[in-house]
């Protein structure tokens, strides 16, 4: 099991020192939450380029927890990449200002994704750099994520991974505790916990996702019926925009 892991992290390494020399880029960057995803890509990331080429970006809103900001800078100086602090709040500031905007907690959270992705590629631009994702497998799959917000990037190197790999991996990396044993958050509002809010556990959502797979995606328990609706409602989100580019081609 030790060995196939191992070979498992060689090949995602490969992957990102593969884009990475074809993009003409300077440098990695990311956005660094204090989460155990983006510990892990960003642990990859150090480990395929070296850490000096690798910026972590903390982006934090009022509703944010400090200790989240504490972990991120923990892992960063643990894997020796820099880490940059920048409020979002005076961005959504600016929203908050808009005429007619409505604060719900689901226009918000996704504004803030959307924020986060923009001040990531802003500094990625400024400083030509390629920008890693943080999606795991498990929420990719259940459209766990904002369109155009977290989900977007230049690469993604554990969207492969289901959630309790994205943990086994952890472990093999030798992620800081306290982002291990902290409970998987997007930290979109005070309390919210990533579990809750899917309504399953991510033990739940994993078994779930290798059943379905497993069984052409047919159904056969109550659970597997949830995780299977919501992998449908989703697809939008892993698909391109409908177009008829592929049409008109075909008819010249």
């Given at each position: 099991?030790?060995?196939?892991?191992?070979?498992?992290?060689?090949?995602i390494?490969?992957?990102?020192r593969?884009?990475?020399?074809?993009?003409?880029?300077?440098?990695?960057?990311?956005?660094?939450?204090?989460?155990?995803?983006?510990?892990?890509?960003?642990?990859?990331c150090?480990?395929?380029?070296g850490?000096?080429?690798?910026?972590?970006?903390s982006?934090?809103?009022?509703?944010?927890n400090?200790q989240?900001i504490d972990?991120?800078?923990?892992?960063?100086?643990r894997?020796?990449?820099?880490?940059?602090?920048?409020?979002?709040?005076?961005?959504?500031?600016?929203?908050?200002?808009?005429?007619?905007?409505?604060?719900?907690?689901?226009l918000?959270g996704?504004?803030m994704?959307r924020?986060?992705?923009?001040?990531v590629?802003?500094?990625?631009?400024?400083?030509?750099?390629?920008?890693?994702?943080?999606?795991?497998?498990?929420?990719?799959m259940?459209?766990y994520?904002?369109?155009y917000g977290?989900n977007?990037?230049?690469?993604?190197?554990?969207?492969?991974?289901?959630?309790?790999?994205?943990?086994?991996?952890?472990?093999?990396l030798?992620?800081?505790?306290?982002?291990?044993?902290?409970?998987?958050?997007?930290?979109l509002?005070e309390?919210?916990?990533?579990?809750?809010e899917?309504?399953?556990?991510?033990?739940?959502?994993?078994?779930?996702l290798r059943?379905?797979?497993?069984?052409?995606?047919?159904?056969?328990?109550?659970?597997e019926?949830?995780?299977?609706?919501?992998?449908?409602k989703?697809?939008?989100?892993?698909?391109?925009?409908?177009n008829?580019?592929a049409v008109?081609?075909?008819?010249r």
């Amino acid at each position: 099991m030790a060995a196939e892991l191992g070979c498992r992290l060689g090949q995602i390494e490969q992957m990102i020192r593969y884009a990475y020399w074809n993009s003409g880029c300077t440098g990695i960057i990311l956005g660094v939450s204090g989460g155990v995803d983006s510990a892990v890509a960003a642990a990859f990331c150090c480990r395929a380029i070296g850490p000096d080429k690798v910026l972590g970006l903390s982006l934090p809103s009022a509703v944010s927890n400090p200790q989240d900001i504490d972990d991120a800078a923990l892992l960063c100086s643990r894997l020796g990449m820099k880490q940059k602090i920048v409020s979002i709040e005076p961005m959504l500031e600016g929203f908050r200002a808009m005429a007619g905007y409505s604060g719900t907690r689901y226009l918000t959270g996704n504004i803030m994704a959307r924020v986060r992705m923009a001040v990531v590629y802003y500094h990625a631009n400024l400083d030509r750099r390629l920008v890693c994702g943080t999606s795991n497998r498990s929420e990719y799959m259940l459209g766990y994520c904002t369109k155009y917000g977290d989900n977007a990037a230049d690469i993604q190197p554990i969207v492969h991974l289901y959630k309790d790999e994205v943990y086994e991996a952890a472990r093999e990396l030798d992620i800081p505790d306290p982002i291990l044993k902290k409970a998987p958050s997007a930290g979109l509002w005070e309390g919210q916990s990533d579990e809750s809010e899917i309504g399953l556990s991510y033990t739940e959502i994993d078994h779930s996702l290798r059943a379905l797979e497993l069984h052409q995606w047919k159904a056969v328990t109550p659970t597997e019926e949830k995780v299977l609706a919501l992998v449908k409602k989703s697809e939008h989100k892993r698909l391109p925009a409908p177009n008829l580019l592929a049409v008109l081609e075909k008819c010249r």
